[in-house]
């Protein structure tokens, strides 16, 4: 299925209605402080060229300022002008089939897919989010957190558009009201039920009188885009306006569930041509490429119990799954509903950690292995784009392993469960530790040789003068499980302890992560991946390896160069996954209102997807024998022991 953005026709209506109203007071959110054009749109993002509007779009003013945009393959990175009064952006394709339609004051869109920009998100603290209601519904003031900055909502101007097949004229709107949260985005309807650590509901006090309320709704759905159309007249992608919250009842008892469809006011307007850069052709050096624009290319089902096929037999992980594309296998264990589909271009993730409280994941690993090279400058290179907003318990992750022997890790026939598949009896399980040196357990259930990337939620200290904000918002680890020769998962997996942490004790409380970047003198001098706390807008990731290095850019700029010391890889050839991982979403909540910590700033993640993570990837690519780019410094390589 496709409901991308195509370039043709427009139809417009113009249909009073006035049994409709405009977004209520209660809707309204965001409209921080907000940087200026040059603090957003990159060097290399272009102007879009005006466009004339097409017949009978309902008036508005018009947009003031230049928009730019940073084509990709199939989609746009889009930056938008400052409007006073906005609290959300969004922008959809002149295509057939689309109907607008002025609404009482809104502006009603039919038949689109509508993207939308959202708030920043923070891991730090808003004071507006602060409420008392008693044991288990507080959220406290940022006051009662001695580390915590108050950092108001902010519209972010950066949108995604994905599904760009080829230059299609858009319309780019500044609207009054966020974009609603639609429900969690699948190819299949499901209802979950939250179950909340056996507690859904607590007493609370209101007006000093004890009441029972809810943590959350009796369940929450994942829900199809022909169902998300049915409700609000159009897809919508990152929506995040939640569900209004009458005053005395719980401010949890809606979170997951859709938010009702208030048509906006519009307060600005621009029509402007995006051009992407095109699929055709392959980028140069990759033997590994998927940008999936195949919609037709499906994940199929392949082994839907992996016990004893997946993972060795008895190994102590539910519910692991195969599924497989022509290019991918998809790997999925401890998950309510994991769902993957293809579409606009991307592939969409989601899954919900089961009964919110064990750890699950979703990882995409191509059908087949890569050579490791052998010289010091020859790296694996692995590019890959996906949206890196990050906590304590749910984060993207690039994992790397393989077995000793050549040959033995990814394959077809005797020895392996499905064509270019993991090996019989070793997928990669994300449990309890995986990356903690004093209590991990391997990633491998067949005790192979891995690397992995854990990116979280920064720094519980201080470490001033290098950002925004004195607390870090985002952190990356570097963790390698050494190979276990005759890994046996009944006798190991209680005692070994694999997980060498190689990365840095950067602020010296023991994290051992990346939680900012370095200059020559090894002192921090930049933000990790702060500056790219989003829920759908992408950033691109390349990470370069080889036995002793990994490297690491962000949007083209280096972030880590980690030398591996005595942790060097030892396995012959490499596996390469990239996914994303959610765990005890239940304690998730408590986690981002902790008085000590308090990381209300979390918008969607506390609002919208509480109970399940999704997460949008594309254009994931692995070249096998690259150098560094020449832009590359030495002078911040940290060394591990």
Not at 232 to 257: D, F
Not at 290 to 317: C, H, M, N, R, W
Not at 553 to 564: H, M, P, S, T, V
């Amino acid at each position: 299925m496709s409901s991308g953005v195509r370039p043709s026709l427009f139809v417009l209506a113009f249909v009073p209605l006035a049994a409709c109203s405009g977004a209520p007071e209660s809707l309204v959110d965001g409209g921080g402080p907000e940087p200026t054009p040059g603090e957003v749109a990159p060097p290399e993002a272009i102007i879009a060229p005006p466009v004339a509007p097409p017949p009978g779009l309902p008036d508005a003013p018009a947009m003031v300022g230049d928009i730019r945009y940073v084509p990709g393959r199939d989609s746009a990175m889009v930056f938008v002008p400052v409007v006073p009064g906005v609290r959300d952006y969004r922008i959809y394709a002149v295509a057939p089939g689309v109907t607008v339609h002025a609404v009482d004051g809104g502006t009603q869109v039919d038949g689109a897919t509508l993207f939308c920009a959202g708030l920043r998100q923070h891991n730090q603290c808003d004071d507006s989010e602060a409420y008392d209601f008693g044991p288990g519904f507080t959220v406290d003031h940022c006051a009662a957190d001695v580390r915590a900055v108050d950092v108001p909502k902010e519209v972010l101007r950066i949108v995604q558009v994905d599904g760009l097949r080829d230059a299609s004229d858009v319309i780019v709107e500044a609207i009054d009201a966020q974009c609603p949260f639609p429900g969690a985005e699948g190819p299949r309807h499901a209802d979950i039920d939250c179950v909340f650590d056996g507690a859904p509901t607590a007493t609370a006090v209101v007006d000093g009188h004890a009441v029972t309320w809810e943590h959350c709704p009796a369940t929450f759905p994942i829900r199809t885009t022909d169902e998300i159309r049915a409700q609000y007249g159009s897809a919508i992608v990152n929506g995040q306006g939640p569900v209004p919250i009458a005053p005395g009842t719980s401010p949890t008892k809606s979170v997951g569930l859709p938010a009702p469809a208030i048509p906006p006011r519009v307060l600005a307007r621009a029509v402007v041509r995006l051009t992407p850069t095109g699929t055709a052709t392959r980028p140069a050096g990759f033997t590994f490429w998927e940008d999936f624009a195949d919609d037709s290319d499906q994940p199929a089902p392949v082994i839907t119990s992996g016990d004893g096929t997946l993972v060795p037999k008895d190994y102590p992980v539910w519910g692991m799954h195969l599924s497989q594309t022509k290019t991918l296998n998809i790997y999925d264990h401890s998950g309510d509903a994991s769902q993957t589909m293809i579409t606009r271009g991307t592939l969409r993730s989601v899954f919900a950690d089961a009964g919110q409280g064990i750890m699950a994941s979703n990882l995409l690993v191509p059908r087949q292995a890569f050579a490791i090279p052998e010289a010091a400058d020859r790296f694996v290179h692995v590019t890959f784009e996906v949206p890196t907003d990050a906590t304590l318990r749910r984060y993207w992750t690039f994992v790397t392993c393989g077995s000793e022997t050549p040959g033995k890790t990814i394959g077809s026939g005797p020895g392996f469960p499905a064509d270019g598949a993991l090996a019989t009896a070793s997928a990669l399980v994300f449990g309890p530790g995986f990356m903690e040196p004093d209590d991990g357990g391997p990633l491998s259930t067949a005790g192979w040789n891995c690397l992995v990337l854990v990116p979280r939620n920064g720094s519980y200290y201080e470490l001033e003068g290098t950002g925004p904000y004195p607390r870090p918002e985002t952190d990356i680890r570097v963790a390698i499980d050494r190979a276990l020769p005759g890994y046996d998962p009944k006798t190991y997996l209680q005692t070994a302890r694999p997980v060498t942490v190689v990365s840095p004790d950067m602020n010296s409380f023991g994290a051992f992560s990346w939680i900012r970047t370095w200059n020559d003198q090894h002192q921090p001098d930049g933000v990790m991946l702060d500056d790219q706390m989003f829920i759908e807008q992408r950033t691109r990731l390349d990470v370069f390896f080889n036995r002793g290095r990994i490297v690491v850019y962000a949007n083209g700029a280096q972030k880590i160069c980690n030398d591996l010391g005595s942790a060097r890889l030892t396995m012959a050839e490499a596996a390469v996954g990239i996914g994303h991982v959610h765990y005890h979403s239940s304690a998730e909540q408590g986690d981002m209102t902790r008085p000590d910590w308090l990381t209300t700033g979390q918008y969607q993640y506390r609002k919208n997807t509480p109970f399940l993570d999704q997460r949008g990837f594309d254009n994931y690519g692995v070249q096998p024998d690259a150098t560094l780019p020449a832009s590359f410094q030495e002078g911040p390589c940290y060394a591990a022991p």
